[in-house]
């Protein structure tokens, strides 16, 4: 198991100057950076991927931000717009050194409106089919795709490991996998623990962030059973820290962090990385 932290703490939007934290990440022991790519044009992969070399990093997984516009379920022009930026993610990162996009690429985040059966079983059928595109398309790379279930705030389409799965069945690809989040696990599962083993070899990546956004074990989530679930599952995979701060304005809004909920970034960082590992098998 390794541990990683998302670049989505400390900047946003990812440019090739954002290559100045892995130092940083380097001295406080974590294993890999999960790089929060908003656009691929902010960066030269091949810049990148020497500095994460130099700090003796990995990149192992590129998290998707599919904001407004990009959007699996959307009209025609969102739909193409996300399809292009999300093929744009696979072929860049095995330049960095990754198999795994990760993230909610199927709808826009933000996107949440209680609508009819019969119009959310289209969205659906519009997902799976752009979905089976883009997964031919990886398989062709030989990255993964993981998608990831979010709080019902932020989405009404997937929210839970359950869902998850079933559009991973109905698509049908082996390049299709779950990413889950204890964030938005302890808002939407029953058992998070449960849907752990759920996911079982299908669980592709795990973020962890605390129940408050703040810092992993700082907060009311039950981690001894996450990791016993992960255990029973035998999880191989990885771990990546994802929180947020009110310093990185754009991410700040759009997770609605309107408060300084640790002492720094630096603290959830460092502390939250020493209690994951405290915890691991």
Same mark, same amino acid.
């Not at 989040?181 to 083993?197: R, T, Y």
């Not at 795990?206 to 703040?214: P, Q, V």
């Not at 310093?247 to 020493?274: F, H, Q, T, Y």
């Given at each position: 198991? +390794?541990?990683?932290?998302?670049? #989505?703490?400390?900047?946003?939007?990812?440019?090739?100057?954002?290559?100045?934290? =892995?130092?940083?990440? +380097?001295?406080?022991? =974590? !294993?890999?950076?999960?790089?929060? /790519?908003?656009?691929?044009?902010?960066?030269?992969?091949?810049?990148? @991927?020497?500095? %994460? !070399? !130099? $700090?003796? /990093?990995?990149?192992?997984?590129?998290?998707?931000?599919?904001?407004?516009? @990009?959007?699996?379920?959307?009209n025609r022009k969102e739909q193409i717009t996300s399809m292009e930026y999300v093929q744009e993610l696979i072929n860049i990162a095995p330049v960095l050194g990754s198999s *795994?996009?990760?993230?909610?690429?199927?709808?826009?985040?933000?996107?949440?409106? /209680?609508?009819?059966?019969?119009?959310k079983s289209r969205q659906w059928n519009l997902v799976v089919e752009n979905l089976k595109s883009l997964t031919s398309y990886a398989e062709k790379q030989k990255v993964k795709l993981a998608i990831e279930p979010l709080n019902? #705030?932020?989405?009404?389409?997937?929210?839970?490991?359950?869902?998850?799965?079933? %559009?991973?069945?109905? &698509?049908?690809?082996?390049? *299709?996998? &779950?990413?889950?989040?204890? =964030?938005?696990?302890?808002?939407?599962?029953?058992?998070?623990?449960?849907?752990?083993? +759920?996911?079982? @070899?299908? /669980?592709?990546?795990?973020?962890?962030?605390?129940?408050?956004?703040?810092?992993?074990?700082?907060?009311?989530?039950?981690?001894?059973?996450?990791?016993?679930?992960?255990? $029973?599952?035998?999880?191989?995979?990885?771990?990546?820290?994802?929180?947020?701060?009110?310093?990185?304005?754009?991410?700040? +809004?759009?997770?609605?962090?309107? @408060?300084?909920?640790?002492?720094?970034?630096?603290?959830?960082?460092?502390?939250?990385? $020493?209690?994951?590992?405290?915890?691991? =098998?």
């Amino acid at each position: 198991m +390794k541990f990683g932290i998302n670049t #989505y703490l400390f900047s946003s939007p990812f440019t090739n100057e954002s290559i100045s934290y =892995f130092p940083l990440f +380097k001295k406080w022991g =974590f !294993d890999f950076v999960e790089i929060a /790519l908003e656009d691929p044009a902010n960066i030269d992969p091949e810049l990148v @991927r020497k500095a %994460l !070399d !130099d $700090n003796q /990093l990995e990149c192992r997984s590129v998290c998707a931000a599919t904001g407004p516009g @990009r959007d699996l379920r959307g009209n025609r022009k969102e739909q193409i717009t996300s399809m292009e930026y999300v093929q744009e993610l696979i072929n860049i990162a095995p330049v960095l050194g990754s198999s *795994l996009v990760a993230g909610p690429i199927y709808s826009a985040v933000g996107r949440a409106d /209680l609508v009819p059966e019969e119009k959310k079983s289209r969205q659906w059928n519009l997902v799976v089919e752009n979905l089976k595109s883009l997964t031919s398309y990886a398989e062709k790379q030989k990255v993964k795709l993981a998608i990831e279930p979010l709080n019902r #705030y932020e989405t009404d389409f997937i929210n839970t490991c359950d869902q998850a799965l079933q %559009l991973i069945q109905d &698509v049908g690809s082996d390049a *299709l996998f &779950v990413h889950l989040d204890s =964030f938005h696990m302890n808002l939407e599962e029953k058992d998070p623990a449960l849907a752990i083993k +759920k996911a079982g @070899r299908k /669980l592709a990546l795990l973020h962890a962030s605390g129940s408050d956004r703040g810092t992993p074990g700082g907060d009311q989530i039950n981690w001894e059973r996450i990791f016993a679930a992960l255990d $029973n599952i035998n999880y191989q995979g990885d771990i990546v820290i994802e929180s947020f701060t009110p310093d990185v304005k754009i991410i700040a +809004k759009a997770a609605s962090i309107w @408060r300084k909920i640790e002492p720094s970034k630096e603290a959830i960082a460092i502390d939250g990385l $020493n209690f994951l590992r405290s915890l691991a =098998f």
